[in-house]
Structure formats: structure tokens, C-alpha cells
């Protein structure tokens, strides 16, 4: 399956599925990579290891439509059978959503539907949860909403701050995005009734993936 990644800035979530997509067997291959933001420092990754990588700025757009038409217009150029939404800070309209239904996946650092937007650690943190950790799902146009495919569970420890969580999500983020872009790519996570249905589901290809707890096992 040829996927599209999306990224605006640092696009380390981009890395960890390009790896991925490296190895023998893995079920997807990386067709480009598109920012929204000409300094997104992924991009220089991704022309490193010989990419197609691409900036369509939307501020040189009239419209979110204008922009999204363009972005549109490339992942198609480019065979894009799957977009793959990594660090995309963009909200997409309604039109481009539903043409790309279920072809569009996205990883949201929270346990969904807990913490959606903008620093979902800084409120985990606010409210003392025990439990915090990260999901990808397919788009819907309500901001970090949709079916969830998979989620990883991480422990928010004595004495966090921010960038703390921040990174020991992140490092879960880098092992659940491809398990789940896996389980797309393979035809085995499957939306029915908006919730997603994984074909096969055993210990081998978990849903839910807590690092931690696996490390233990
Ligand atoms: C990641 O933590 C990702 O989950 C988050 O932005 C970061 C991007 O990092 N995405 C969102 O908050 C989307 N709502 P990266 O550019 O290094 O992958």
C-alpha cells in the first residue's frame, strides 16, 4: 500500500514509519512526504534518504479549499492509496475528510477520547491522571476524532513535567504508529458501526500496546 505522510514540523513519528516501511515484508511503502511548512525540519529527513518531499505552504493559498486541492493533487500524482497523518498541524475541511474516508489515519498523543487538541500533557498532567499514552485512528472531520485502530498505554510518573511526558509518549508513538499502519496496510483493521474491528486479533497484533507492561512479560 503507498502511503502519503503529512508532517509540519520535527516529523519524527515520518521517520519512525519510513524505517518501517524499510524492512522486508512491512506491507506499505512510503510514496511522499508532504509539509504544510516550508521549515519543517522532517522534510530534510526525508530528501535524506531519497524521498519525494514536498512543500505545499498554505499560507500561498487563498483558501483552506485552494490548499487542499494542491495537497489533493499530489498525493494522487503520487499514487497515494493512504494518508498518514504524522505531527500534521493543519485542520482539513469536511470535503477533503469524506474524499479520503477512511483512507486517512492519524496518532494523537493521548489515550483518545481523553486530551484531544493542543497539549493534551499539560492537562494530563493538571489533572493528576496515573494513566496517559497515545492512539491512531482514522480522520474524521472533528478535530482528533474517528475510529480508534490502536493505543499504547504509558505511565505518567512522580515529578513529571511536560516535555518529560512528552517524550516517553513519543517513544511509544514510534512503536504504535507502524504496528497500526500495519494492521491498515494488511487489510485487518477494518471500520464497521465507526468503531474498528481488527481481523485476527491475538497477543501477536494487539490493539492495545503498553510497551511497559510488554517489556515485563
Ligand atoms: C507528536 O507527538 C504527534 O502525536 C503530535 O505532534 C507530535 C509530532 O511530532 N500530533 C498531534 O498533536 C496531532 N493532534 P513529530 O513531528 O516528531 O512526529
Known amino acids: ?70 495537497l489533493d493533487r499530489v498525493l494522487r500524482q503520487y499514487g497515494t492509496e493512504l494518508i498518514c497523518n504524522a505531527g500534521f498541524m ?3 475541511t469536511a470535503g477533503f475528510v469524506d474524499a479520503w474516508h477512511d483512507r486517512q489515519i492519524n496518532i494523537h498523543p493521548s489515550l483518545l ?35 480508534i485502530i490502536a493505543q499504547a498505554a504509558v505511565p505518567v510518573l512522580e515529578g513529571d513535567e511536560p516535555g518529560d511526558l512528552a517524550a516517553r509518549v513519543l517513544q511509544a508513538e514510534h512503536q504504535l504508529y507502524p504496528h497500526a499502519l500495519k494492521l491498515v496496510a494488511e487489510g485487518r483493521a477494518r471500520v464497521r458501526d465507526e468503531k474498528v474491528v481488527i481481523d485476527g486479533n491475538d497477543r501477536a497484533a494487539p490493539a492495545l500496546f503498553s510497551p511497559l507492561i510488554g517489556a515485563r512479560d
Open 90 to 92: 493543519r485542520l482539513l
Open 1 to 70: 500500500m503507498k502511503i502519503g505522510i503529512l508532517i509540519s514540523g520535527r516529523g519524527s513519528n515520518m521517520q519512525a514509519l519510513v524505517k518501517a516501511a524499510a524492512e522486508p515484508d512491512y506491507p506499505a511503502e512510503v510514496a511522499v512526504v508532504i509539509s504544510n511548512r516550508p521549515d519543517a525540519l522532517g522534510l530534510e529527513y526525508a530528501r535524506h534518504v531519497g524521498l519525494p518531499a514536498v512543500t505545499i505552504d498554505h499560507k500561498a493559498y487563498d483558501s483552506r479549499e485552494a490548499f487542499e486541492r494542491e
Open 113 to 147: 477520547p481523553a486530551y484531544k487538541g493542543l497539549h493534551s500533557h499539560e492537562r494530563v498532567l493538571a489533572d493528576g491522571v496515573k494513566i496517559t499514552g497515545c492512539s491512531v485512528h482514522f480522520v474524521r472531520t472533528a478535530m482528533d476524532a474517528g475510529p
